[in-house]
Structures are given as C-alpha cells and as structure tokens.
C-alpha cells in the first residue's frame, strides 16, 4: 500500500515529461519545415496547403467527442461491466471512425469543384485535389487508430502516445522537406502527411495491442445504453472542441475565400509563431489539472482559490511580456524564420499577441471550472469568442482587408474572455478584486516594457539577412524583457514568502551547482509551508 502514491507519482511525473518533450519536438518540426514550404511552394501554394489543412483539421474533429467518451470508459473498467462497456464503447468509436473517415473521403471527392471555387486554387486545382484527398486518406488513418490512442490514454500510458507523436512528427518534417527539395508539389506532400499518418497508426494499434490486448475494441454486444451513455458524453466535448478549432481557422477560411490564397500564407504563418507563445501555458494547465482535483479533495475551496490566482499570477507574468516582445520583434522575427520580409505574417503577429496573452489569462479559470465539474462553462466561452468572430469578420474583411480577420480574432478572444472572468467569479461567488490583483504586475510590466521597447527599437541596429535579423531579435526582445523583469520586481510578483522560499532552495542546492560536490539539503521551515500554501 505505501508503495502505490510513490508510483502514481512517478507515472505522472514520466507522463508530463515525455508529453512536455512531445508537444515541444512536435512545433519545432513543424516551425522548422514551415521555410522550406514557403521557398519550395512559393506564396500561392503554401496559402492552399494552409487551407488544406485547416480542411483537414476541421474533418479530424468530427469524432462526436468519442474520442474522450472512449478514454473515460477504459479508465473506469475496474470490473467486469467496466471491462465490457470500454470494449463497446471501443468498438462504437471504431465504427464511427472508419465511417466518418471514408465519408471525408467521398465528401471531399464530391465537393472539390465548390472547395475549389472556395479556396480560389487557380491552375493548381488538379494538384490540390490529389492533396486534399491525400490528406483525408491520412484522417481517416488517425481516425481508424482513435480507439487504440484511447486505449493507451485511459491506462495512463501517455509515454507511448507522446513518444509514439514526437517520432512521427520527425518523420513527417523529414519527408516534407524531402518531398520539396526532390521537387515535389501539394499532391507529393499531401502523400507524405499520409504516410505518416500510417506509419503512426500501425505504432500505435500494436503497442497498445501488446500492451493492454485484452482490452480491444467489440463491435459485438454494443448495446443501446452503450450508444446513449457514449453520445451524452461525447456531444458536449464535440461542441467545444470544435468550437475552439472553427474559431481558430475562421480567419484563414475567410481571408482565403475573399482574397484567395496569397494573405493566407501570411495570416498563417502569424498564427504559428504565436502557438509557441501558448505552448508553456497550455502545458502547464494539462499538468496542473490532475494536481488541483487532488488538492482540492485533500484542502478543500480555500485552497482552490489561491491556487487560481497564483497560477494566474504567474501564467500573465509569462505571458504578458512574451506577447510584448514577439510585438516590437515581429518583423525581424519572421526575416530571421522564413529568410524575407512576409508583411502579413508580422502584422497577423502585431495584432494577435495581446489577446493570445488575455485569452492566456483565462485558462486558469477554465481548469478552475473543469475542476469544479463545470465544463459547460468552457462550451459557452467558446461559443461566445466563435459567435463574435463568425459576426465580426465579414464586416472587419471589408473595413480592414485581410488583416480584418486577424482584428476579428482579436477582438471575439478579448471580449469573450473578459465576459468569462466576469461570468466565472460572479457564478462561484469569487470576488473580481483577486483576479484584478492577480493579473496587474504581469500587465503593468507587459505595457511598460513594450511601450519601451518600441521606443528603443528604432536606435537600434536593423542588421540584413537571417543572421542579421536574430541579432536584431536579440537586441529588442532582451530589452524588452529586461525592463519587463525590472517592473515585475518593482510591482512585487515576487512577495517575501516566495523570497524566502527561493533563499533556502539557493542555500541548499546552489552551492551543489556551483562545486559539483553533493550538499545535504537544509530541512524544512514556516518559510517553507507558507510558500507550498501559496504554491500548489
């Protein structure tokens, strides 16, 4: 018995770590192709591979949430009916499956001629065709392979699956850049996402195969209440999902349907950068999630609450400032990325970073509210930002050109994220005063360090050339940061319990570092429990 905890915290702990190496080795290859697309595909083709797969990104979503509802029922089966209804629901989410991929097939066989006119391919219709259908052959691949990924998440061997996505997405930047530099075009590249897509789905099936072989998806036995049980949990997360992804490729659709492909290299490219921004926060919640179910069930809503606002605390310190330097630093960031000057892509990123940092701001509230058992607040959040961005767009495409879709993005993502803070507090009785309290150094440092940076930018050197434009990148986002930093202190994010805290962890572990030789550390003091108070 004394055994178990230790375990289970070394399960979590490999588990978060090899996601954290996934998700990072998985943007990196990704941002790391994006220049190679851009050169060998030329502005017009990397806009319709960018509508592509935000086609493709769409149709993936259409799992009616059994994708969750499967991994659910697999870690619950402690028993013989547990065991029984996972294997149903298994064999549900298989049938479902292959049949909405094979329908993405024939619907997008069927519908090229108005997807064509929608996109606006021009003389590379025939060749987009073949790549969209390339595309969704891969779809229907990770589709087939879902209740496998579902077997091997609700058995918490995240490993297989983080290790399992890390080494296919290396596989899948190599043979992108392969295919372009051999001279290929979309149909050639479209066949390389997949391959890889098979490649992923047989390593997945088998290891969950050798692993958990006894828990296999069964067609046979599927009973009524097994479909009830799966459709009553999976609609509501489909809503979201596909809520937050419609409101996430809205811009690109639109700008491509009215302007064609051309501002949707531009827009997407922005929109990349900008994910590595989100990358830390967002994993930091999928961490924190398991942690605070537990540390509320053990300390109760006292504990909750500070736990929120310290994560919101420190998740707008992060935020704020990085937004403020990807903002002064964003042309010479997409030079020094792509190897020219892509107007599009800078000003996507000028517009978009502030809110991509509000919208930061609000994921603690939304792992609050699934934490509480409330994810239908999450579900209205997000169809309020799609609500707004679906109304705003076609007015802000007109006034603005292309760049109005990255306005309208802006805009539903600030407004509706205010509008859920507000919503959240007054629903759980949590004075708006802490949030205010919380998120005011980050943001006083945000504005102040960008409002410097900007001024300062001008003084400094605007060197040609990829290595040119990095030593740029260097010289204004140091700055920025560094004043951010200054004010940060200044604004006191740092208070004396976390001071102290950081005191005895250098007087234990910082001469260690420095002399290489093993330190007894120092035992435990009230410095100590206050700080793990105020840090869950």
Request: include cysteine.
């Amino acid at each position: 018995m004394a055994s178990t905890p230790i375990t289970a915290g070394r399960r979590i702990a490999h588990n978060t770590g090899s996601l954290f190496v996934s998700r990072a080795v998985v943007a990196v290859a990704s941002l790391a192709t994006l220049p190679v697309l851009y050169d060998g595909l030329g502005v017009r083709g990397f806009g319709v591979w960018a509508l592509l797969g935000v086609l493709a990104a769409v149709v993936s979503l259409a799992d009616l949430g059994l994708g969750t509802a499967q991994v659910r029922e697999v870690a619950r089966a402690h028993d013989d009916e547990g065991r029984r209804r996972a294997r149903a629901t298994l064999g549900l989410g298989l049938l479902c499956s292959v049949a909405l991929g094979l329908l993405a097939v024939v619907g997008t066989l069927v519908c090229w001629p108005l997807l064509a006119r929608l996109f606006d391919v021009g003389e590379l219709v025939h060749e987009a065709r073949n790549s969209a259908l390339w595309l969704m052959v891969g779809v229907l691949l990770d589709q087939v392979s879902l209740p496998w990924r579902s077997m091997l998440a609700g058995t918490q061997r995240y490993a297989a699956i983080a290790w399992t996505s890390a080494v296919t997405a290396l596989l899948g930047a190599v043979l992108g850049v392969l295919v372009i530099r051999l001279g290929g075009g979309l149909a050639a590249l479209g066949a390389s996402t997949a391959a890889t897509a098979a490649v992923r789905a047989v390593v997945l099936i088998v290891t969950a195969h050798r692993g958990i072989g006894w828990l296999t998806p069964r067609v046979r036995g599927i009973r009524r209440s097994d479909v009830r049980a799966a459709a009553g949990y999976g609609l509501p997360v489909q809503v979201t999902r596909a809520s937050g992804v419609v409101n996430a490729e809205a811009g690109r659709l639109f700008v491509g349907g009215s302007y064609g492909p051309a501002p949707v290299a531009g827009f997407d490219l922005g929109s990349r950068l900008l994910s590595l921004l989100r990358l830390p926060p967002e994993l930091i919640f999928t961490v924190l999630f398991p942690y605070a179910v537990t540390g509320v069930a053990k300390h109760g809503r006292d504990w909750l609450d500070n736990f929120y606002l310290t994560t919101t605390r420190y998740v707008v310190a992060f935020a704020g400032p990085c937004a403020a330097a990807l903002m002064v630093c964003a042309d010479p960031v997409i030079r020094g990325w792509i190897g020219e000057p892509v107007p599009w892509a800078a000003a996507t990123v000028v517009i978009l970073a502030p809110s991509y940092a509000l919208g930061l701001a609000a994921g603690a509230a939304t792992l609050v509210t699934r934490v509480e058992g409330r994810p239908d607040r999450e579900t209205w959040y997000l169809l309020t930002a799609l609500a707004l961005n679906l109304t705003m767009v076609p007015f802000l495409l007109r006034l603005c050109g292309p760049l109005g879709a990255a306005f309208s993005t802006a805009i539903s993502i600030t407004l509706s994220s205010g509008y859920f803070c507000l919503r959240f507090h007054r629903a759980t009785g949590r004075p708006i005063g802490g949030l205010l309290r919380a998120v005011r150094p980050g943001l006083v440092a945000a504005v102040v360090a960008g409002v410097c940076g900007a001024l300062v930018a001008p003084y400094l050197p605007d060197l040609p050339g990829r290595s040119g434009a990095t030593l740029t990148v260097l010289l204004r986002g140091g700055t920025v940061l560094l004043v951010a930093a200054v004010v940060l202190g200044a604004t006191g994010l740092v208070g004396g319990a976390e001071r102290a805290w950081l005191s005895r962890r250098w007087s234990a572990y910082g001469p260690m570092l420095l002399t290489k030789r093993p330190v007894a550390p120092v035992g435990g003091s009230p410095a100590d429990a206050t700080i793990r108070k105020d840090f869950p």
